[in-house]
Nanobody
Framework: QVQLVESGGGLVQAGGSLGLSCTAS????????MGWFRQAPGKEREFVAT????????YYSDSVKGRFTISRDNAQNTGYLQMDSLKPTDTAIYYC???????????????????WGQGTQVTVSS
C-alpha cells in the first residue's frame, strides 16, 4: 500500500530551474528519511540528495551541491527537490525514495532505501 509519486519533471533550457515533488501515501511520512536518486541513459542510478525526518538535516552529492535544494513538508506527506542552474548533464529520470528514520544518516546507497517512486523525467537542453 506504500506509494511514492513524483511529479514536476519536464524540459528546460540549461541554466533554468525545475521543482520536483514526491507525495507519499500508505506510510507515516515523518517516520522516514527521504532521498532523491537519478539515472541518466547508459548510466547507473546515482545519489542526489537526502533529508532526514526532522525536515532540517540534509546531505547532497558534490555534483548538485549549491544548485539543488531538498526539503519536505511532513504535514503534507510531500518531499521536494528544487533544481536551479540546470545543466545538460542533469538530464535523467529522478526517483524519490524512503527508508525508516532508524537507518543511519545519510543513507547514500540505493540498497538502503526501501520504497521507491516510479520516477519523473528531467531533460535539460543546451
Amino acid at each position: 500500500q506504500v506509494q511514492l509519486v513524483e511529479s514536476g519533471g519536464g524540459l528546460v533550457q540549461a541554466g533554468g530551474s525545475l521543482g520536483l515533488s514526491c507525495t507519499a501515501s500508505g506510510l507515516t511520512f515523518s517516520n522516514y528519511i527521504m532521498g532523491w536518486f537519478r539515472q541518466a541513459p547508459g548510466k547507473e542510478r546515482e545519489f542526489v540528495a537526502t533529508i532526514n525526518w526532522s525536515e532540517i538535516t540534509t546531505y547532497y552529492s558534490d555534483s548538485v551541491k549549491g544548485r539543488f535544494t531538498i526539503s519536505r513538508d511532513n504535514a503534507q506527506n510531500t518531499g521536494y527537490l528544487q533544481m536551479d542552474s540546470l545543466k545538460p548533464t542533469d538530464t535523467a529520470i529522478y526517483y524519490c525514495d524512503a527508508v525508516h528514520r532508524s537507518a543511519s544518516f545519510p543513507p547514500l546507497n540505493r540498497e538502503q532505501y526501501v520504497y521507491w517512486g516510479q520516477g519523473t523525467q528531467v531533460t535539460v537542453s543546451s
